[in-house]
């Protein structure tokens, strides 16, 4: 093992749950499996410097988000260090010094978290491989390494590590799968779903008034509990069909089930909350109402907050741009939508 600083940077998107992980087993272990699409443009940059520690055992991490130091995420990622130390020793023996930005803004109904932790995890595989002198070990094992340390810091990253469309969780009847870090689904997606649309209507950028955490906190003792797990189960093996059938349909009929099921067991939770706005349900009944209309396969889903993703293909493109811009920006805050849609994935880059 070598002592030697040195940097290493990655770039690695957000991602968007079709079928939504809400609730937890174990330690940071998923309930149920879930399925997401992988954003393209909704990234984080992180560049993480390394050099030997004063003092391993109070090591030292600094984080600078958007050029300013940020005390709470410093502490953060030192906590998640700290996790970490089981499985990757040497972390103790260097400080830390972490340039983050976000290409997308700061509560806008896209998961930071997972943007963030999924460039960090990336981060920590590559200085793994540095400083224990390994080159060239296999690209799937460090991929599957790195979902797994981003699960850890928080899960939904774990479906970030890879790009299209990627399971988390153990699914009985698809090989290969794990809950300890996710799995892309490389194979079987028809082409109408190549490049799928998530534009993102932001009705409130406030805090959340109850955070993601707690929310899988609140599952454990949920009445509902067993049942959504099962409809979780069920919906991705329809889901896994859906997409290799190009059954918009269906693909409509799940993923909206899947966003109101998420926002029942919030509502449904003790204490019950409710993180949709009724700006949230007049985008939801207009959607609606267009795709009843137009034929257009247009649909929504929602994330822990009252920010719809409105979903499409890629051919729908300038005809669902239209309809957002005439009839939906009125219930948006300052007008803010960000079109984003599936992209490949995290890349290694270099700090500039
Ligand atoms: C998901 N969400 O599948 C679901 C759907 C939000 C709604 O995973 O505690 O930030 O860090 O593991 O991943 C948000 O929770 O929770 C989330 P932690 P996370 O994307």
Known sequence: ????????????????????????????????????FTLSKSVTRTSMAYAPASDP??????????????????????????????????LKFFDYEIYTVN?????????????????????????????????????????????HYARIGSGSAARSIYGGVVSWGKIKTLP????????????????????YNDSILIVNRGEKKVSSRHGHQLMTNHP??????????SNLEKLLEVLSAGDLETFISITEQEAFTLHGMMMSSMPGYILMEPNT?????????????????????????PNVHVLYPQQYFQQVQEFINQELLKW?????TINDCMGTGPERISRK
């Open 57 to 90: 055992e109070h090591f030292k991490v600094e984080l600078m988000l958007n050029g300013k130091i940020n005390q709470q995420f410093s502490d953060k990622v030192k906590a998640y260090f700290d996790i970490l130390l089981e499985q990757i020793p040497f």
């Open 281 to 305: 349900l007049n985008i939801i009944n207009a959607i609606r109402s267009y795709r009843a209309e137009s034929g257009v396969p247009v649909s929504f889903t929602l994330d822990a907050g």
């Open 332 to 336: 948006c805050v300052s007008g803010t």
């Open 176 to 195: 290969g799968t794990s809950d300890l870090y996710a799995t892309p689904i490389e194979e079987n997606i028809h082409p109408v779903f190549e490049n």
């Open 1 to 36: 093992m070598e002592l030697k600083s040195g940097e290493v940077s990655w770039q690695s998107p957000s991602n968007i749950a079709l079928i939504k992980y809400w609730g937890k087993k174990g330690f940071q272990l998923p309930a149920n499996p879930s399925l997401s």
């Open 224 to 233: 509902f509990a067993s049942a959504r797990y099962k409809q979780a189960v």
């Open 103 to 147: 290409t997308f803004p700061h509560s806008a109904g896209i998961a930071s978290s997972a943007s963030a932790m999924s460039a960090l995890a990336l981060c920590l595989c590559d200085m793994e491989q540095i400083i224990s002198n390994v080159s060239n070990s296999k690209k799937t094992k460090f991929y599957e390494k790195a979902s």
